[in-house]
């Protein structure tokens, strides 16, 4: 146990719960793109399995094992051909940001339960001690990652969906230098990781930020719960 507590980022008493909400985060947010892609006439991801909340399709071991490390991975991109849009631009956009947004509007309905839970006593009257910290952890960790995963996916860097939007924004002759640079995205990504500076000003304040907004979103929604 003393070495695995070396190695992984998160604390071994949290790990189950980590790994629901990556099983849900990342499950929903390939679902999310694959669905829109398909929604607006490209079938791929749909013929090659991925339109489908089954989570065993859309993991990526590397990336969750990196996330498990680090504190920062990701799930096996979905495939998308812009060129069955009718609109490749504005449905590329859309397709692209619709990740992200799954990553919000989970992070938001986990915030209302938990304030519901809260408001109604419901949590409070729970006498068993293990059980009400796993309530309590499994909503902190469900809220806080998912916020940060819609931080996280629009950061403007290849492959991320942040990337994709600002190159579908992009006008047609910087799009093209765009694409020069995408080798390098990787390379980047391995930096971020690996040097405690660049995490520092990069993954930390997104983990903050979506913190923030979790306890705002709690506020907002025990108020009008009237807690």
């Known amino acids: 146990m003393d070495f695995l507590r070396n190695f992984i980022s998160i604390p071994l008493e949290q790990l189950p719960f980590f790994l629901i909400t990556l099983l849900i985060a990342f499950t929903v947010h390939e679902f999310a793109h694959a669905y829109f892609a398909n929604k607006f006439g490209d079938p791929t991801a749909r013929l090659l399995g991925r339109m489908t909340l089954n989570p065993a399709v859309h993991f990526d071991f590397l990336g969750v ?3 498990l490390l680090v504190g920062f991975g990701w799930a096996r991109p979905v495939p998308v051909n812009r060129d069955n849009f009718k609109n490749p631009r504005l449905m590329g956009i859309i397709v692209s940001i619709a990740g992200p947004i799954s990553n919000l509007l989970l992070a938001i309905l986990g915030t ?9 006593g419901t949590i409070e009257a729970i006498t068993n001690v293990r059980l009400l910290q796993a309530v309590y952890l ?15 996916n629009l950061i403007p860097l290849p492959p991320l969906d942040g990337y994709r939007i600002v190159e579908d924004l992009a006008p047609r002759s910087i799009r093209g230098r765009l694409q020069q640079y995408e080798q390098w995205g ?7 990781l690996f040097i405690p500076a660049l995490r520092a000003y990069t993954i930390t304040p997104l983990h903050i930020w979506g913190d923030q907004m979790t306890r705002s979103f709690l506020k907002m929604f025990l108020w009008m719960f009237g807690s």
């Not at 209302?112 to 109604?120: E, G, P, S």
């Not at 990787?186 to 971020?192: A, C, P, R, Y």
């Open 138 to 152: 499994f909503f902190g960790m469900f809220i806080q990652w998912n916020f940060f995963l819609f931080l996280f």
């Open 65 to 67: 094992i990196l996330m």
């Open 112 to 120: 209302l339960i938990y304030a519901a839970l809260l408001a109604t």
């Open 186 to 192: 990787s390379l980047i990504f391995l930096l971020i």
